[in-house]
T-cell receptor, first 116, second 113 residues
Framework: DTEVTQTPKHLVMGMTNKKSLKCEQH?????MYWYKQKAKKPPELMFVYSYEKLSINESVPSRFSPECPNSSLLNLHLHALQPEDSALYLC???????????????FGPGTRLTVL | AQSVTQPDIHITVSEGASLELRCNYS??????LFWYVQSPGQGLQLLLKYFSGDTLVQGIKGFEAEFKRSQSSFNLRKPSVHWSDAAEYFCAVGDSGNTPLVFGKGTRLSVIA
């Protein structure tokens, strides 16, 4: 299995809803990432998990809450979002591990989130 | 700090014509360089990567890129463009440490008949 899967593909939620995005990979990668991407812009890094521990949080508002239950799974819990949070949310993984000197990332297809 | 510049926001090419997308990076040590392609509403797909060795790297879909240290460039090329190549192309730079990838702003490629 050489892909990253994301569910759902599309999500519409109100500002008071709680929802979760899910990302899964079975490539044995030990680093996983959440990105936010607005139209016609590059991906913006949100969070990085390395060996199931949060290693980078790019000053993301607390209404986004990441979780890495195991080495294959990454969740992003959403609560009280704003309309400006509407975007494509991309998950990625990389084989980065101790002593491996590169950072090649494999991306999932994304979840298109619309906040009403 | 690392940075990536893609000077061209939008390029239009005729089908069958050659293509070159420019990428310049700023990084003190040996960079790890990547080109990704993104079709509308899709995730990013890795086209090719450079870590070390031969400075001309071959990728998927007939793409190649050449690393030129003296020019701090990693330009993407394709000899004959197909209509299906129309997409957004991102150049990215990383390193051997724990810093995340830095992406350029992207170049949108349009292909006309």
């Amino acid at each position: 299995d050489t892909e990253v899967t994301q569910t759902p593909k599309h999500l519409v939620m109100g500002m008071t809803n709680k929802k979760s995005l899910k990302c899964e990979q079975h490539m044995g990668h030990r680093a996983m990432y959440w990105y936010k991407q607005k139209a016609k812009k590059p991906p913006e890094l949100m969070f990085v998990y390395s060996y199931e521990k949060l290693s980078i949080n790019e000053s993301v508002p607390s209404r986004f809450s990441p979780e890495c239950p195991n080495s294959s799974l990454l969740n992003l819990h959403l609560h009280a979002l704003q309309p400006e949070d509407s975007a494509l949310y991309l998950c990625a993984s990389s084989p980065r591990s101790r002593g491996v000197p590169y950072n090649e990332q494999f991306f999932g297809p994304g979840t298109r989130l619309t906040v009403l | 700090a690392q940075s990536v510049t893609q000077p061209d926001i939008h390029i239009t090419v005729s089908e069958g014509a050659s293509l070159e997308l420019r990428c310049n990076y700023s990084y003190g040590a040996t960079p790890y360089l990547f080109w990704y392609v993104q079709s509308p509403g899709q995730g990013l797909q890795l086209l090719l990567k450079y870590f070390s060795g031969d400075t001309l790297v071959q990728g998927i879909k007939g793409f190649e890129a050449e690393f030129k240290r003296s020019q701090s460039s990693f330009n993407l090329r394709k000899p004959s463009v197909h209509w299906s190549d129309a997409a957004e192309y991102f150049c990215a730079v990383g390193d051997s440490g724990n810093t995340p990838l830095v992406f350029g702003k992207g170049t949108r490629l349009s292909v006309i008949a």
